[in-house]
Structures are given as structure tokens and as C-alpha cells.
């Protein structure tokens, strides 16, 4: 079969579209509309596969039902696939554990820091559910160190032991 644009004569390998030509009708968003007059058999809008939209085949794919409906609101942030809410600081996604102790704290998280939900539910970010915990551990045997490395916990933390625990 030959490519769909009528001056090409190149074989048709994507969808009736030679590459050259699909990949120029894709980035023109005009592959919808040539998708040869086939509709979702839900909704009208042009046919991506299985007789479905693009929302309808992935609502179909992933949760069995096409009337599922997904709603999150702009701004909100979502859950990703580890069951976190990441939501958006300055247009960047982060997550929303790691930035609500953030905002408690004053200061960023040190790379040795971890945020540790109290109630193991990973979308409960309520200030009450969330420790830091300390993944760093003193280096070595010797007294000096462990003196060293103590003096230096307490350097980090003894501020908050005023402000309450965290």
C-alpha cells in the first residue's frame, strides 16, 4: 500500500503514512483529523484505537471502564506510581512530604535526611505523620570520630529540640 499523501509513492508503514510523512503529520496535529473519517464510538472525537479516542482508550486500557473520570484540579499536583503526592514549587514537581517539612524546618533537606510517614500512608502529609529521620552514620571506631560526629548532630538538630519535635 502506498503512502496517503497522493505524490508519494513511498510504502505506507504508520498508519497509511510513509515515516517521512507521518512524522510531518503528527507534529502538525493534523492526524486526527486524517485518521480516514473513523470517530470514538463514545464520544465523536477522531479515532486513535480499538474503536476509541485517545481518552477513551487509555480511560478502557487502564481502568477497565471508559466512563472513568480522573479529575485533578491545575495546581494540585498528583500521586505518582510509588503512592507520593508531588505537587509543584516554583513550577517544579516535588514531593509533598519533603516540601511540607521543608516549610517546618526553615531550610532544605539535607541530603542525608529523610521524611518518614508515622502512619505508613505515603499521601498523608499532615505535619503530625511526618519525622525526619537520619540515614548518615558515623564513619570509623574511634572515640575522636563518634565525639566528632555527635557534636555535629547536635550542631543540625539541637535547635528544633526547642520548637518541639519533628
Same mark, same amino acid.
Given at each position: 500500500m502506498a503512502c496517503l499523501f497522493t505524490e508519494c509513492s513511498s510504502r505506507a508503514r504508520i498508519r497509511g503514512f510513509c515515516? %517521512?510523512?507521518? $512524522?510531518?503529520v503528527r507534529a502538525s496535529g493534523l492526524l486526527p483529523v486524517l485518521a480516514r473519517g473513523r470517530l470514538c464510538t463514545i464520544c465523536s472525537e477522531p479515532h486513535y484505537s480499538k474503536g476509541f479516542c485517545v481518552t477513551h482508550y487509555y480511560r478502557a486500557r487502564y481502568h477497565g471502564d471508559?466512563?472513568?473520570?480522573i479529575r485533578n484540579p491545575k495546581g494540585s499536583g498528583y500521586t505518582n506510581k510509588d503512592g507520593y503526592r508531588v505537587v509543584y514549587v516554583a513550577g517544579k514537581p516535588k514531593l509533598e512530604h519533603r516540601h511540607v517539612l521543608e516549610l517546618r524546618l526553615g531550610r532544605k533537606l539535607l541530603p542525608n535526611e529523610n521524611v518518614h510517614h508515622v502512619n505508613g500512608l505515603r499521601d498523608d502529609n499532615r505535619l503530625e505523620n511526618l519525622e525526619l529521620?537520619?540515614?548518615?552514620?558515623? %564513619?570509623?571506631?574511634?572515640? !575522636?570520630? %563518634? $565525639? !566528632?560526629w555527635a557534636k555535629e548532630i547536635l550542631?543540625?538538630?539541637?535547635?528544633?529540640?526547642g520548637r518541639g519535635s519533628v
Amino acid at each position: 500500500m502506498a503512502c496517503l499523501f497522493t505524490e508519494c509513492s513511498s510504502r505506507a508503514r504508520i498508519r497509511g503514512f510513509c515515516q %517521512k510523512h507521518y $512524522l510531518k503529520v503528527r507534529a502538525s496535529g493534523l492526524l486526527p483529523v486524517l485518521a480516514r473519517g473513523r470517530l470514538c464510538t463514545i464520544c465523536s472525537e477522531p479515532h486513535y484505537s480499538k474503536g476509541f479516542c485517545v481518552t477513551h482508550y487509555y480511560r478502557a486500557r487502564y481502568h477497565g471502564d471508559t466512563s472513568v473520570v480522573i479529575r485533578n484540579p491545575k495546581g494540585s499536583g498528583y500521586t505518582n506510581k510509588d503512592g507520593y503526592r508531588v505537587v509543584y514549587v516554583a513550577g517544579k514537581p516535588k514531593l509533598e512530604h519533603r516540601h511540607v517539612l521543608e516549610l517546618r524546618l526553615g531550610r532544605k533537606l539535607l541530603p542525608n535526611e529523610n521524611v518518614h510517614h508515622v502512619n505508613g500512608l505515603r499521601d498523608d502529609n499532615r505535619l503530625e505523620n511526618l519525622e525526619l529521620w537520619v540515614k548518615s552514620q558515623c %564513619k570509623g571506631q574511634r572515640v !575522636a570520630d %563518634k $565525639l !566528632a560526629w555527635a557534636k555535629e548532630i547536635l550542631r543540625i538538630y539541637g535547635p528544633l529540640i526547642g520548637r518541639g519535635s519533628v
